[in-house]
């Protein structure tokens, strides 16, 4: 009679399901909203599809490399971000923990995105959608001044949803909606991520699949709308001249950096969970094609929208001056058509000019349609909500809209909770015994109490600090560090082993020159760029005043001192982890070498790992 | 008395024309756009509508004045024009050749507003008077806001997963729990059960009572130790 068998050393970390969750994950996390709501933002203002030349240089040279290296890190490693930067070399933990530290500074501002989300959401089940209509003032004689003054769906979004303060030192009071989708956003988050990969492997199947559904449903519709053409016209007609702006390469650069969500630390726990031999070049090289290919696929459905949106505005403008000369001039109905505008336009002009001019009649044109372009929030929640009112069946519209976009948040908060969840595991903080459970519970309660204050008034302004400062700079150095790190620390020949350990193949000219000179050397520039660019003005954000004269403008306001502070603050606190450990360490080296009982620890290799 | 009466008929038609004339006093200018609110189904404007709109404001007056009055041929209409829009004026029969104020006319159409509008298939928008503003409808409030019972019940169904995620969690755990303890009470029963062999324990058997069997005895080994 033998006891039960021992269980093998590897059996103790959790694994993947299957090949096709991680590859799933991986995307998931990858593609978010930025694919939706900046790439065709970019690709419109800078050249329609010459940007697409700078966008896959800096794929080939920047995106892939640089994905496959972190693939590669976790995958060798098996351990979570602060764990294997550790055992690659305790000079460069702080890698490890600067990654941490964005992780948590995102997780904590991106779940608000996503309550905005779900705020829309559960009012599309309304007739009317409430942001088609303004609502009646106090006395019912007409419309709410400051709705009336801009446009229904600004009011929605500024007052009914955000409640916006005019300034960002008036904070406003907690907004009761917003903090109950709040708690529902991050129940969600913990229901998907309970118990890690375990919970969020079934729940990317859904996550990053109904995306890609919903971006065909709109693709399909919005090519019947009209106007359509003219708006896809408009996003691809290259314009080469654009191509000798640096600032489009540097836009092109970070947009493929940020897309591919790297130096979270969240790619390097994904591919942990993997079995030691798994092809992870093959992987890396599929990630970034989809995430790349994702982008291109959500714009025409968008651009076909902005192209109806844009149309349809032209036609409104149109019909307007034509009431405005039909009533002047007592004309019957219908004897001026938008066909024939011009025509009459020109016949009146030439024998009533000043009656004409008295009308105070818009030029109308669609070109001046098109160029509004908008990203961000501003995409989703103005331009878009508008757009959707203007379609048959809009609450339909606007559910699926809504869903696919905190379907793919939702994806992109695991790899970011993943980010933050693995380390802590590892660290040992907490006892075996306590329940994962548990701990995802705690992360989330603490992440929600502190997002409590994105729901404030001035709560959009301090996301928009974050999105800035604590998203961008730091991953830069962080990246730039792992590189340096990988290539130079642990040595690319090492490296280079391990990885032809895991994958079976030799590692070609491809990766060794990307790696040694190219991908550092780009990451370099562009981190040199972006802080210059930043630093060119004083940093400055648009407000929404109703007692602005400019008013219905956003008015411009420059950053008091201590928010300027903080934005200092949040770029530099991931980035200074990783000379400040390094330093940490030397000094604990230094004592520690005039100590002779010292033995140096053995050398480290990601086949021994595994043995 | 031919002439009198022609006269008379002559002095009307002046006063008529001067009471009725665009921006005149107590005049109101009507825009209609029929093509607009009907498309194909649209009629065309002539006599005979102008009479249903005449007996309209002539009713509209009765009915807010609530005395028999007004006629239709106190209401006045002129200058009509291709777009269809006129201008019209109501007349008080009682005292000679003076219009109803304009403010008791628009108060009269801001009544009836409605059965005007129904009389010819028109809205607001389409029949238009200007200067007598409509007051707005107010938006349909139920009572309680629709999105709080969406929320309602979206945040039950996540209530519910995450209640059976962490209670299955629970059960695993005290299965493994029992599933650990089991077998070590298994260990122990298998252990108990070695010393009876055949219902005899082993210690009756080193009694002088029994012959070894060579075949067995050379397999103490197979017996942990305790």
Not at chain 1, 214 to 231: C, N, R, S, W
Not at chain 1, 428 to 435: F, G
Not at chain 1, 518 to 536: D, W
Request: hydrophobic share 45%; with cysteine; charged share 15%.
């Amino acid at each position: 009679l033998s006891a039960a068998a021992e269980i093998p050393k590897e059996d103790d970390r959790p694994k993947w399901d299957n090949k096709f969750q991680y590859i799933l994950s991986c995307i998931g996390f990858a593609v978010g909203l930025g694919n939706v709501w900046r790439f065709p933002y970019l690709c419109q203002i800078h050249g329609g599809g010459a940007f697409l030349i700078p966008y896959f240089i800096a794929l080939l040279f920047e995106g892939i490399p640089l994905l496959h290296l972190e693939l590669a890190l976790g995958q060798c490693l098996r351990k979570g971000s602060i764990g294997a930067w550790n055992t690659i070399s305790p000079y460069l933990g702080g890698i490890g923990i600067g990654s941490w530290v964005v992780s948590v500074l995102v997780s904590l501002y991106y779940n608000t995105v996503l309550t905005w989300v779900m705020w829309y959401f559960i009012n599309s089940f309304q007739e009317p959608l409430p942001w088609s209509v303004c609502p009646l003032n106090e006395n019912r004689t007409g419309f709410n001044k400051e709705c009336h003054e801009s446009t229904a769906v600004n009011y929605f979004w500024y007052r009914k949803t955000l409640n916006i303060t005019p300034d960002i030192t008036e904070s406003g009071t907690l907004q009761w909606w917003l903090i109950l989708c709040l708690a529902a956003s991050w129940a969600i988050v913990y229901l998907c991520t309970i118990r890690g990969i375990e919970t969020t492997g079934k729940a990317i199947y859904v996550t990053a699949i109904f995306p890609y559904l919903v971006l065909t449903i709109f693709l399909i519709q919005g090519l019947t709308l009209p106007g359509a053409t003219d708006g896809l016209i408009y996003l691809f007609t290259p314009n080469l001249n654009t191509l000798k702006n640096p600032r489009v390469w540097l836009d092109a650069a970070t947009q493929i950096f940020f897309s591919l969500s790297l130096a979270f630390g969240g790619l390097i726990a994904f591919s942990s969970y993997n079995p030691p031999k798994n092809d992870c070049e093959k992987d890396a090289v599929t990630v970034a094609i989809v995430n790349s290919m994702t982008s291109l696929y959500a714009s025409i459905p968008v651009f076909s929208v902005l192209g109806f949106k844009a149309t349809t505005a032209y036609w409104d403008c149109l019909d307007r001056n034509i009431i405005s000369i039909i009533n002047e001039f007592d004309l019957p109905e219908e004897s001026i058509m938008r066909e024939n505008y011009t025509s009459w336009i020109s016949l009146l002009n030439s024998s009533y000019p000043e009656k004409i001019a008295g009308l105070k009649l818009k030029s109308c044109d669609l070109q001046e349609f098109l160029d509004q372009s908008v990203s961000g929030t501003g995409l989703a929640f103005i331009v878009f909500t508008q757009a959707i009112i203007l379609m048959p069946g809009s609450q339909a519209w606007a559910i699926l809209f809504f869903i696919m976009l905190f379907s793919l948040g939702l994806s992109s908060m695991f790899g970011n909770i993943e980010g933050v969840f693995t380390p802590l595991l590892e660290l040992q903080i907490v006892s075996k015994s306590t329940p994962k459970e548990l701990l995802s519970g705690i992360i989330c309660l603490i992440s929600f109490s502190i997002a409590l204050c994105f729901t404030l008034g001035s709560g959009s302004y301090w996301i928009d600090i974050f999105d800035r400062y604590a998203g961008s700079v730091p991953l830069l150095v962080i990246a730039f560090f792992e590189v340096i790190g990988v290539v130079y620390i642990y040595k690319i020949k090492r490296f280079s082993k391990d990885v032809k350990w895991m994958t079976g193949r030799k590692l070609n000219l491809y990766w060794q020159i990307t790696w040694r000179f190219i991908s550092p050397l780009l990451l370099l520039i562009v981190f040199m760029a972006f802080v210059t660019l930043q630093m060119q003005k004083p940093p400055s954000y648009t407000a929404w005043n109703p007692k602005y004269e400019g008013f219905p403008m956003k008015e411009e306001k420059v950053y008091p001192p201590w928010v300027q502070a903080i934005c200092v603050l949040l770029a530099a606190l991931p980035s200074v982890c990783v000379p400040l450990v390094a330093l940490f360490h030397l000094i604990k080296q230094k004592r520690r070498s005039k100590d002779p009982s010292f033995v140096t620890p053995e050398v480290f290799s990601c086949q021994g790992a595994n043995s | 008395m031919l002439r009198a009466l022609l006269l008379t008929l002559f002095v009307v038609a002046i006063a008529h024309a001067e009471l009725c004339k665009p921006d005149a006093q107590n005049a109101f200018k009507v825009r209609i756009s029929i093509k607009t609110a009907l498309g194909d189904n649209a009629y065309a404007w002539d006599a005979n509508e102008e009479y249903l709109f005449k007996a309209m404001v002539a009713f509209a007056m009765r009915r807010y004045s609530s005395k028999s009055t007004t006629q239709i041929s106190n209401v006045l209409l002129c200058n009509v024009t291709d777009r269809v829009s006129f201008w019209f004026v109501v007349t008080d029969s009682s005292k000679n050749v003076t219009t109803v104020p304009g403010s008791e006319v628009e108060a009269a159409i801001r009544m009836n507003r409605n059965r005007i509008n129904s009389a010819f298939l028109l809205s607001d928008k389409t029949l238009q008077f200007l200067k007598i503003t409509s007051t707005l409808s107010p938006p349909v409030e139920p009572s309680t806001p629709a999105w709080l019972i969406v929320f309602g019940v979206v945040l039950c169904l996540i209530v519910a997963g995450i209640a059976f995620l962490v209670v299955s969690g629970i059960q695993k755990r005290k299965k493994k729990n029992k599933e650990s303890t089991e077998r070590e009470n298994l260990e122990e029963k298998v252990e108990v059960t070695v010393t009876l062999e055949n219902g005899i324990p082993c210690e009756a058997l080193d009694l002088k009572s029994g012959h070894i069997n060579g075949v067995f005895a050379a397999d103490d080994e197979r017996f942990t130790s305790l």
